[in-house]
């Protein structure tokens, strides 16, 4: 698709008035990379524009196809893929300001909300009725939800209540052409057709844009435990997770991994009265995330889950419902990818690679081996449970910039040789995106990249919704 050179300013300003920005330098500035964090990726958009309502997300669709303008819709730009980085020059679509929880259905189990809700928010407005959306991932403070169900977020409770698109039963979706389509609803059960709802979750923006979603939520668990181990060989830890997901009698809500050099030097980074006090000796740590609904079944789980991780050789640092113990221990975890982009120099990554639960021994082999054989650090963590891992190679200070961009390059291509071997693939949950188009191909053939391109021209004949996000445009 060619994308014309000069922006219908006039067009987009009938839409959108004043909620059509194009000279605020600095704004424009803030949309054009996300959470991607390597600078060579940014693009600055011509406009971007505050939708308020589904008619005028039509309005915007329409004229896009008029003066053929490529947009990229946007949550709150968290993603961790270039998924919401815009083609130069095209629009940006904000779902800022579409942030109305709609309906709390308590008796259908249920809430309706527009794609611009916090995901804590929503969290927040469903504790007083004693409910849960089970499905969000852990940069819950900052993104959207509209951002999860177009990402199929994980998070850290998946390894027992599954992911974003579990939870997802509807949505109102403007599609490419212009047209709204209703897809699922308030039901539990639905087999009318083909599947096109769980088409759309996970479609990273490239085929519609969601103005409208119904969410199932679930009981909220009354009671949360947590055990908080340390391990002076990262084997004992990954051949633990298998254990805790076997034995425990309610499964885990959570089982993260992190490396024990990268959770030391976390943890130092930390406030004194918010440090875990990781041992120098530790290879590897497991946070263990327990609940249930009586004391009885939380203690029951703790016992259980403390005594595979001593049997897997475990020390353990932190254990029970103690709150800020459980804070503590949360927040060195949740600090691992700020503290690992901080450290990773300007061309930068954050790798969101996915095993079967099982190989996610041989997976953290693999990486220390490359760790040593490339001399480069690795901080390496994630979501243990579901065999998701991410990890984030260090540029070492004496190494030239250009050189850098080479030996990562060769650390990537070797590290997705591993994966794939071991049946795995490029992204568990942050998505394709602009950053992992080029190596798609090796873990999609022909006929679904074919396939692919096929249910792209269907909603989006014109191309114009995120090109270049997926699949090459
Ligand atoms: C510290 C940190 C921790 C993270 N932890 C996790 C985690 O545990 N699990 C996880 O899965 N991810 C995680 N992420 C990645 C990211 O937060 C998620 O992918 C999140 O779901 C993105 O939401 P967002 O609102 O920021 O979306 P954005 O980044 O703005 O957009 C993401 C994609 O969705 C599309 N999009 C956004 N809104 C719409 C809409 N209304 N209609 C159609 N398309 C739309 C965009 O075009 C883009 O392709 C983390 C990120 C950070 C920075």
């Known amino acids: ?61 329409k004229w896009a196809n008029r003066t053929g303008t490529p947009i990229t819709p946007r949550g709150a730009g968290s993603g961790l893929a270039g998924g919401a980085i815009p083609v130069a020059g095209g629009v940006v679509c904000s779902f800022r300001n579409m942030d109305r929880i709609i309906e709390i259905d308590v008796d259908n189990l249920m809430v309706v909300v527009e794609p611009g809700v916090i995901t804590n928010a929503l969290d927040r407005a469903l504790k007083p009725h004693g409910l849960f959306f089970a499905g969000y991932p852990m940069s819950e403070d900052i993104c959207f ?26 949505a109102k979706v403007v599609t490419g052409s212009g047209d709204v389509i209703t897809l699922g609803g308030k039901r539990i059960k639905d087999v009318t057709g083909y599947n096109l709802l769980q088409l759309f979750i996970g479609s990273e923006g490239t085929l519609g844009l969601f103005t409208e979603l119904t969410i199932r939520v679930i009981p909220r668990p009354a009671q949360r435990a947590i055990v908080l181990s340390t391990f002076s060989s990262s084997g004992d830890a990954t051949g633990c997770v298998a254990a805790l997901k076997r034995e425990l009698p309610n499964g885990p809500s959570s089982i993260e991994y992190i490396d024990g050099t990268t959770a030391k030097e976390t943890d130092v980074s930390l406030p004194k009265s918010q440090r875990t006090g990781i041992p120098e000796s530790v290879n590897a740590v ?11 079944t939380l203690s029951d789980q703790l016992e259980a889950a403390t005594g595979i991780c001593e049997r897997y050789n475990a020390s353990i640092l932190e254990r029970g419902t103690d709150s800020n113990a459980m804070a503590r221990s949360w927040k060195l975890r949740k600090q691992i990818p700020w503290w690992a982009k901080r450290h990773a120099g300007p061309w930068q990554t ?16 693999a990486v220390e081996e490359l760790r040593d054989r490339f001399n480069v650090a690795i901080p390496l963590f994630g979501h243990a449970g579901d065999g998701n891992f991410h990890l984030v190679p260090l540029q070492p200070a ?36 602009r950053k992992r188009v080029p190596y798609v191909r090796r873990f999609i053939g022909d006929y679904q990249l074919q396939a692919l391109r096929g249910i792209k021209k269907v909603f989006d004949p014109k191309g114009i919704l995120n090109p270049g996000v997926i699949i090459e445009s």
Not at 159 to 170: A, E
Not at 286 to 296: A, I, Y
Not at 359 to 364: A, K, N, Y
Request: hydrophobic share 40%; net charge negative; with cysteine.
């Open 286 to 296: 497991l946070l263990v995330e327990l609940d249930g609904d009586t004391d009885q």
């Open 398 to 433: 004496d190494m030239k910039l250009e050189e850098w961009d080479e030996t990562l390059h060769q650390l990537l291509d070797e590290l997705y040789d591993r994966v794939a071997k071991l049946g795995g693939t490029i992204s568990g949950e942050h998505g394709i995106g």
């Open 145 to 170: 939800v509209g951002g999860n169900v177009a990402e199929n977020a994980g998070g850290g409770r998946a390894v027992k209540y599954g992911v974003t698109g579990n939870y997802v039963l509807g």
């Open 1 to 61: 698709m060619n994308h014309p050179t000069h922006i219908d300013v006039d067009g987009l300003r009938s839409i959108f008035a004043s909620r059509c920005v194009v000279d605020d330098e600095k704004l424009l500035e803030s949309f054009s990379l996300d959470q991607v964090g390597d600078e060579r990726y940014a693009q600055r958009p011509a406009a971007v524009v505050f939708p308020e309502t589904t008619d005028e997300i039509v309005a915007l669709v």
């Open 350 to 365: 954050l790798e969101d690679v996915v095993v079967p639960p099982a190989s996610i021994v041989e997976l953290v082999a």
